[in-house]
């Protein structure tokens, strides 16, 4: 289980320094270390904050950060932009993050990928574990198994039919190595047993542009881009990733009903600080966080796209903590099992 180290460092010196007795200098260190703790906490934030993004903008996880990012500009009066670092799964972001200045003024939104990336990547730059504050989890979204308007299936029967005789011909997008739609689409192949050609993008958008185009004809990804898309009748929809049928698309089987049995994809969000990141900061972008999956036109946008927000108890910095951690050991001995590494 995750112990920050910093925390037992501490411990231990309030340990020591109880057992010699409070020296006039200790005092002092303490009582300005509190006093700059609070004057932070009064004054947070003072200046716009920046809320990284691993992908392209447009794509699902740029949906989900700024309909979260425009509530959280409300509650904190500042304005929370959207930066899109996209590239690497989104490792290249999270890095950026892990070495940014710990003040409160640069987060991380992430999804699933916090979670695969250590075992994916082995040479990974920054640990989920150790290297950040957490702020909380915060929506939880399905995916669709779409295709090109023009593929010659009508339905999921026939697009396995026509997968298993065209295999490699079939191109798979997804955005990038360690993206939900790579894991997605990793698995689908699986359990079809079927090797198809994916091809990697630097977030869902660009690949939906393509894929639009005509030059890839298959993608998995998240309701909350694919839904606008599938209302206005421009993609072929075999099926939801969940085990059951979605609100949002109630006359559309799961994969596992139509006989891609226990497949179940769905996708979580959590928002992350660098490691030291004053608490009282944390506390208040949690805070800000949690107003906003309260806020109607978040719940609205949300549910209207297919996604859920995350139950209360988890919307917490140890609800993301403890999922993120149970998360990593699965994986983790998934894709070790798999022996599928992005370097
Ligand atoms: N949907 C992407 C993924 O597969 C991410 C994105 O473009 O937001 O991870």
């Given amino acids: 289980m995750f112990k920050p180290t910093l925390m037992s460092a501490r411990r231990r010196a309030l340990k020591s320094s109880v057992a010699v007795g409070l020296s006039f200098a200790t005092a002092a260190i303490a009582t300005s270390l509190f006093a700059s703790t609070s004057v932070h906490a009064q004054s947070y934030p003072t200046k716009p904050i920046t809320l990284v993004v691993g992908f392209a903008a447009g794509g699902p996880t740029d949906i989900v950060a700024r309909a979260l990012a425009q509530s959280m500009t409300k509650t904190l009066g500042q304005a929370v932009a959207v930066d899109n670092k996209p590239g690497a799964g989104a490792t290249i972001a999270g890095n950026l993050v892990a070495k940014a200045k ?13 979670a695969t990336a250590p075992a994916l990547y082995r040479k990974l730059p920054f640990n989920p574990l150790t290297d950040y504050e957490y702020i909380g989890q915060a929506v939880d979204v399905p995916m669709t198994l779409i295709g090109r308007q023009d593929l010659p299936v ?3 029967e026939e697009l396995v039919a026509w997968i298993k005789a065209n295999k490699a011909k079939v191109n798979l997008a997804n955005a990038g190595l360690g993206a939900v739609s790579h894991l997605c ?3 689908f192949q699986q359990t079809l047993a079927t090797d198809l050609t994916t091809v990697p993008f630097n977030g869902t958008a660009p690949a939906l542009t393509a894929w639009m185009g005509g030059h890839v004809d298959v993608l998995c ?3 909350t881009q ?19 049928r979605i609100g949002a698309l109630p006359n559309t089987p799961s994969l596992h009903e139509q006989g891609l049995k226990d497949f179940e994809v769905v996708v979580w969000h959590g928002v992350y600080a660098p490691k030291g990141t004053p608490k009282p900061v944390v506390d208040t972008l949690t805070a800000a966080l949690q107003t906003a999956l309260k806020d109607p036109e978040v719940v609205k946008r949300m549910k209207d796209l297919g996604a859920e927000i995350t139950p209360v108890s988890k919307q917490t910095p140890d609800g993301l903590r403890t999922h ?7 994986w983790g001995k998934v894709i070790r099992a798999a022996g599928q590494y992005a370097d």
Wanted: aromatic share 8%; no cysteine; glycine share 10%.
């Fill in 102 to 114: 710990p003040d409160g003024y640069t987060l991380f939104i992430h999804h699933n990928g916090m």
């Fill in 221 to 223: 990804d998240q309701t």
């Fill in 185 to 187: 689409g990793t698995l």
């Fill in 226 to 244: 694919t839904i606008p898309h599938i209302n206005a009748g421009k993609v072929k929809l075999f099926g939801v990733t969940t085990k059951s």
């Fill in 324 to 330: 993120l951690s149970a998360e990593i050991d699965k």
């Fill in 154 to 156: 009508k339905n999921f």
